[in-house]
């Protein structure tokens, strides 16, 4: 089992920047693909990013490119979410999750651990 915990949600101005947590426990961190999502109320879960277990290897969605950063500390046991020139449809829910193979990785599906989710309130 892998425990996540996320952190570092709030609420910001439209252009303001937060950066995300995840805390990971249990089993070997650095065996996992990390991956972040969000909802909005209303919408189904999206993909934000995911990155290898290496920390090698990034991918983003076309809606954050740019502005959002993922990165791991593999000593640390920890991922995070660096999200610059925040928007108001930014507004959501995030959370983040663990697979163990890096394919497919837009998917909710073949993830195989998640967090409990960071609420995330852009204004603007």
């Known amino acids: 089992q892998v425990q996540l915990v996320e952190s570092g949600g709030g609420f910001v101005q439209a252009g303001g920047s937060l950066r995300l947590s995840c805390a990971a426990s249990?089993?070997?961190?650095?065996?996992?693909?990390m991956g972040w999502f969000r909802q909005a109320p209303g919408k189904e879960r999206e993909f934000v990013a995911a990155?290898?277990?290496?920390?090698?290897?990034?991918y983003y969605s076309d809606s954050v490119k740019g502005r959002f950063t993922i990165s791991r500390d593999n000593a640390r046991n920890t991922a995070y979410l660096q999200m610059n020139n925040l928007k108001p449809e930014d507004t959501a829910i995030y959370y983040c999750a663990a697979k163990i193979g890096y394919v497919a990785v837009v998917l909710t599906t073949g993830y195989d651990y998640w967090g409990q989710g960071t609420q995330v309130t852009v204004s603007s």
């Open positions: 990155i290898r277990k290496s920390g090698g290897n990034t």
């Open positions: 249990g089993r070997t961190f650095s065996n996992y693909h």
